[in-house]
């Protein structure tokens, strides 16, 4: 069975600095996608990023990069230049890509943004 | 564009109460998912539905039931409530052809 796991309960940066959240995972599959989603304190569940196990690039949205480092089964989330909307839940997720399957979540990183 | 639309957004219920959750898809998204999260937990999967049939299980109890109808819209009946049952319960609907899920705003219960 997958597994996904995010050891930092809680992050915070300053604001306008840069700061990465972990991710790691355990799968015995080789086509798979990663997601980082977000959760601010509306609730509202939004994507921030999505990764497919198969491009070997790093996958951008804006201020938000993630390090995909599929030997070593680790998905990292970078936001530069960070906000204070940025304040939020992190989760990461992994979906197997045999079928729509579920996501399998991570615990979540609560990112703090100080002024 | 159009998101995944999910009603009621609150919604309160006595102990033993049955409860209907409704959730509209996102425009020709074949798959719906059903997630209960609870306070300072990530997601659990219950349910999802290709193409109106069952496509996967998690952790439903046996008290809840979903289906998805003709139009794609799915609803998520839960009989017998209990406490426990108080959550955040989102709708995710995504489209086979791509693979993200995109998420509603989420069902708030409260039982009480």
């Known amino acids: 069975a997958q597994t996904v796991t995010q050891s930092q309960p809680e992050m915070s940066v300053q604001e306008a600095e840069t700061v990465t959240l972990s991710c790691t995972y355990d799968?015995?599959?080789?086509?798979?996608?990663l997601f980082w989603y977000k959760q601010p304190p509306s609730r509202q569940m939004i994507l921030v990023i999505r990764?497919?196990?198969?491009k070997q690039q790093n996958a951008t949205e804006n201020r938000f990069s993630v390090n995909f480092q599929k030997a070593a089964k680790s998905f990292s989330l970078k936001i530069s230049d960070s906000q204070l909307g940025d304040a939020a839940m992190y989760f990461c997720?992994?979906?197997?890509?045999?079928?729509?399957?579920?996501?399998?979540w991570g615990a979540g990183t609560k990112l703090i943004i100080k002024p | 564009a159009a998101g995944v639309i999910q009603s009621p957004r609150h919604l309160i219920k006595e102990k033993r109460e049955t409860a209907t959750l409704k959730c509209y898809p996102i425009p020709r998204h074949d798959t719906v998912y059903w997630y209960q999260q609870g306070p300072g937990q990530d997601p659990q999967f219950l349910i999802s539905?290709?193409?109106?049939?069952?496509?996967d299980k998690g952790s439903i109890p046996d008290r809840f039931s979903a289906q998805q109808f003709s139009d794609y819209h799915s609803e998520l009946n839960m009989s017998s409530l209990e406490l426990g049952d108080s959550a955040l319960y989102f709708c995710a609907s995504s489209s086979s052809m791509n693979t993200e899920a995109f998420f509603g705003q989420g069902t708030r219960l409260t039982v009480v």
């Open positions: 990764q497919e196990a198969y």
């Open positions: 997720a992994y979906r197997s890509a045999q079928s729509n399957y579920q996501l399998i």
């Open positions: 539905f290709y193409e109106k049939m069952q496509s």
């Open positions: 799968t015995s599959e080789s086509d798979y996608y």
